[in-house]
């Protein structure tokens, strides 16, 4: 069975600082993407970045980044430069080739304060 | 291009009545799935289609079916409501063969069975 853990329920940062929201996953497939979704309170979910596992390097889009680590099977995401506008749960999931399934952690609520 | 839709955007049912949902992906894209959203059980896959056929389903009773047609939009059914069926049904389209495991998500469709 695939699981994702999000181990902070809530977080909260102040704008311009950086925050990293933590994620671990297990999976015995060795083939699979990763993915930060964030759903502002408007309920809209919005895919924030992407990595795919069989790539080294981290994804970067912008302000997001993340930091995979395979073998640890964690994936986190840091937000720099927070913005108000970033408030929102956000989700970890991933999904291995074959089953077309995004299986999603419990998310993490963030508030982003002046 | 215009996003994945979604409709009815609300809806309230009564227990043992059932429910049709609707989802137009996004033009192109031909893979459809669908996700239930509760605050208990998070974000849980329901069914994933392409190309009018299932090929994957997660863990759900048979009360709950789907459908996709030949112009890639697809409908979800709920047959007999029960009062746990209460959630945010979400749609999501993706585009195989180009970041095919990228999936952009509709709005969702909230369902209160009473």
């Known amino acids: 069975a695939q699981t994702v853990t999000q181990s902070q329920p809530e977080m909260s940062v102040q704008e311009a600082e950086t925050v990293t929201l933590s994620c671990t996953y297990d999976?015995?497939?060795?083939?699979?993407?990763l993915f930060w979704y964030k759903q502002p309170p408007s309920r809209q979910m919005i895919l924030v970045i992407r990595?795919?596992?069989?790539?080294?390097q981290n994804a970067t889009e912008n302000r997001f980044s993340v930091n995979f680590q395979k073998a640890a099977k964690s994936f986190s995401l840091k937000i720099s430069d927070s913005q108000l506008g970033d408030t929102a749960m956000y989700f970890c999931?991933?999904?291995?080739?074959?089953?077309?399934?995004?299986?999603f952690g419990k998310g993490t609520s963030l508030l982003v304060t002046p | 291009k215009a996003g994945v839709t979604q409709t009815p955007r609300y809806l309230i049912k009564t227990r043992g009545q059932q429910v049709t949902l609707s989802c137009s992906p996004i033009?192109?894209?031909?893979?459809v799935s669908w996700y239930q959203q509760t605050p208990g059980q998070g974000l849980q896959f329901l069914f994933e289609?392409?190309?009018?056929?299932?090929?994957n389903k997660g863990n759900f009773p048979g009360r709950f079916s789907g459908r996709q047609f030949s112009n890639s939009r697809s409908e979800m059914n709920v047959s007999t409501l029960e009062l746990g069926d209460s959630a945010l049904y979400l749609c999501?389209?993706?585009?195989?063969?180009?970041?095919?495991?990228?999936?952009?998500f509709g709005p969702g469709t909230r369902l209160t069975v009473t």
């Open positions: 289609y392409f190309s009018e056929t299932q090929r």
């Open positions: 999931a991933f999904m291995i080739l074959s089953g077309y399934a995004l299986n």
């Open positions: 999501a389209s993706s585009l195989l063969w180009h970041y095919p495991y990228e999936q952009y």
């Open positions: 999976t015995s497939e060795n083939n699979y993407y």
């Open positions: 033009s192109g894209h031909r893979s």
């Open positions: 990595q795919e596992a069989y790539k080294q």
